[in-house]
């Protein structure tokens, strides 16, 4: 390759000026002759510019955020947590879906008419030209769906990050955080108990205890997503019940995808834990179980039944058993069969006199026969549940039972119905009218005429809508039951009794702003009280953070302005000398 060389060698690349170009000079003294044109200007468009965001602005934080969550009560608490999150970073969480700047949908994968809720909702979320957040089970098991391409995805175990995808999202981004939550390799229960959350219903909280299961059953999607048993310590989950207490809370709710098993991968189990919660449970307040399978209840039975007859606990507990034929529930690897089953029921009738057992049942399993069937609906009559969850079978995508012969889906349907008619044949709070009850007050009823109460046995009791009764305790006496229900008028000389406890956060108001959190943040919560309860006005919160944000990006700019002027006047100053 030849080689370049030059004669003349140049001290500086300003040296390289021709003949005929302007000198440094001539072209400052040409700007004598440049006469400035006055611009007018919209003084209306330019105030309202001033005091908003353009309308192509990115600044997060300031966007309206609608949420909606299916399935379980772990589910639910996992959309109290991500709420909670981004309210306290400033975003508004509306009820009004079409008002919203992006939708964060939580799904459930349990079965097929929840999965395709979530997909009509993801639909009608594109044609309304919404940012698309998506949450729960159905994207964590199957994030390849073709639906849910070029859409965030925000993992079951990574909901403490909620933020920052919905950031990523309002600015144009597509992200996808999937991965689960280790310590030193092991597997974690999830994201941190102590983060901020709105609870749907102030007077109760959601406490999962742990994620995933032990089990491998043939129908379940959820175990795709939520995986194998991880367990929060006990220590955590007493100060996050022991939190709950103090944001007067009155009800705390338990749940996982299996109870029973807690502990097994960290050493210890739900008794241990059981005991541990119910010393932190002020008086008037109650706590409630969620479901176990029989299994893990088994080998508890004796400590069980002494917990569920502590005052402060529902004596209530929930053990599916999916079927009664030992055949099925093989096919279902279900590690049961239909007699341990009944030793459980059968045990804790015994010991726990008027428990609450609720129940589940799937009708037309692959391989499911008459038989299968009829055995079945014996267990019921049997048994009389008071609760029972009728499911018929839907095959649910890369589950083993998918794979399986199918039953005919009008077989499904007919046995579905006539399990429905045994279960409707009887009437399981009768003989409980004329009953003195005491019942604790939490919600309101569906269609708001009454006030929904429990009782020691977590019956559903409605009570006339009094607001001195909400978050208390009263004395019913039963005058009426239906099916799922009982009516109490409060005795006339008793007073409704206040737990031992602070007085509840407003409907929608962020709780719990650990310090941790408020560093996460950043300087903007700076001005916020250092407490465990943060109460402050959602809307002036939002204007303070705007106002921050808009600082911040002002301040940015301005950063940029003086550091471009400055190499401009230095590059001036150069040409000069």
Same mark, same amino acid.
């Not at 105030?47 to 309308?55: A, D, F, G, R, V």
């Not at 239906?482 to 509840?504: C, E, L, R, W």
């Given at each position: 390759m030849p080689s370049a060389s030059c004669d003349t060698l140049l001290d500086d690349i300003e040296d390289i000026v021709s003949q005929g170009d302007l000198k440094p000079q001539d072209r400052h003294s040409a700007r004598k002759h440049v006469v400035p044109k006055a611009r007018k200007r919209n003084t209306q468009k330019y105030?309202?510019?001033?005091?908003?965001?353009?309308?192509d602005s990115t600044i997060p934080g300031i966007q309206k955020i609608w949420m909606r969550t299916w399935g379980c009560s772990h589910n639910n608490s996992d959309g109290e947590y991500m709420a909670g999150q981004l309210a306290a970073y400033g975003y508004e969480i509306t009820e009004n879906?079409?008002? =919203?700047?992006?939708?964060?949908?939580?799904?459930?994968?349990?079965?097929?008419?929840?999965?395709?809720?979530?997909?009509?909702?993801?639909?009608?979320?594109?044609?309304?030209?919404?940012?698309?957040?998506? =949450? +729960?089970?159905?994207?964590?098991?199957? #994030?390849?769906?073709?639906?849910?391409? +070029?859409?965030?995805?925000?993992g079951v175990q990574q909901i403490d990050r909620v933020v920052e995808v919905v950031e990523e999202t309002i600015k144009g981004h597509s992200v996808r955080l999937l991965g689960q939550k280790k310590d030193n390799g092991k597997r974690l229960g999830g994201a941190r108990l102590d983060l901020p959350k709105i609870r749907k219903n102030p007077l109760i909280e959601i406490i999962s205890i742990n994620t995933g299961c032990l089990n491998a059953c043939t129908y379940c999607k959820t175990k795709h997503a939520r995986g194998n048993l991880a367990s929060y310590p006990i220590d955590e989950l007493v100060e996050r019940a022991r939190q709950s207490f103090q944001e007067g809370v009155c009800e705390i709710w338990l749940t996982?995808?299996? @109870? !029973? =098993?807690?502990?097994?991968?960290?050493? @210890?189990?739900l008794p241990s834990l059981l005991w541990k919660l119910v010393e932190v449970i002020p008086e008037g307040a109650m706590l409630r179980l969620g479901m176990t399978n029989p299994p893990y209840i088994l080998e508890h039975l004796e400590e069980m039944a002494k917990i569920?007859?502590? #005052?402060?606990?529902?004596?209530?507990?929930?053990?599916?058993?999916?079927?009664?034929?030992?055949?099925?529930?093989?096919?279902?690897?279900?590690e049961y069969c239909v007699a341990d089953f009944k030793r459980v029921v059968d045990f804790l009738k015994e010991k726990v006199p008027g428990i609450t057992l609720a129940t589940d049942i799937i009708c037309g399993f692959p391989g499911e026969t008459d038989q299968d069937f009829q055995e079945t609906v014996k267990l019921v009559e049997e048994y009389k549940f008071p609760s029972l969850f009728i499911n018929q079978f839907y095959p649910r995508p890369g589950t083993p039972a998918a794979k399986m012969a199918q039953i005919p889906a009008q077989v499904k349907k007919q046995r579905t119905k006539d399990l429905s008619r045994v279960f409707h044949s009887y009437n399981p709070y009768d003989h409980k009218i004329g009953e003195r009850q005491q019942v604790l007050v939490t919600e309101e009823s569906f269609d708001s005429k009454f006030y929904v109460a429990h009782n020691r046995f977590y019956e559903q009791v409605l009570v006339p809508k009094n607001p001195t009764?909400? +978050?208390?305790?009263?004395?019913?006496?039963?005058?009426?039951? !239906?099916?799922?229900?009982?009516? +109490?008028?409060?005795?006339?000389?008793?007073?409704?009794?206040? #737990?031992?406890?602070?007085?509840?956060?407003a409907k929608g108001e962020v709780s719990g702003l650990t310090e941790d959190f408020r560093n996460r943040l950043g300087n903007h919560l700076s001005l916020v009280p250092h407490t465990s309860v943060v109460r402050r006005d959602p809307a002036s919160s939002r204007m303070a953070l705007r106002l921050q944000r808009l600082h911040e990006d002002c301040a940015l700019r301005a950063s940029v302005g003086l550091a471009l002027f400055a190499l401009l006047l230095a590059f001036l100053v150069k040409i000069y000398n």
């Open positions: 105030l309202q510019e001033e005091n908003s965001p353009p309308s879906a079409s008002d =919203a700047d992006l939708w964060l949908l939580n799904s459930c994968t349990v079965k097929n008419p929840a999965e395709d809720h979530f997909r009509n909702s993801i639909k009608k979320a594109q044609e309304e030209n919404k940012k698309i957040v998506l =949450a +729960g089970c159905v994207p964590q098991a199957q #994030p390849r769906q073709d639906y849910l391409k +070029g859409l965030s995805i925000i996982s995808e299996d @109870t !029973g =098993a807690y502990g097994r991968d960290i050493g @210890t189990n569920l007859n502590h #005052p402060r606990v529902y004596a209530f507990l929930h053990i599916p058993v999916q079927s009664a034929s030992d055949t099925v529930l093989m096919e279902m690897k279900r009764f909400m +978050g208390k305790m009263i004395e019913v006496d039963i005058y009426e039951s !239906g099916k799922h229900f009982m009516k +109490g008028q409060p005795v006339s000389d008793a007073k409704a009794y206040t #737990p031992s406890i602070n007085k509840p956060l």
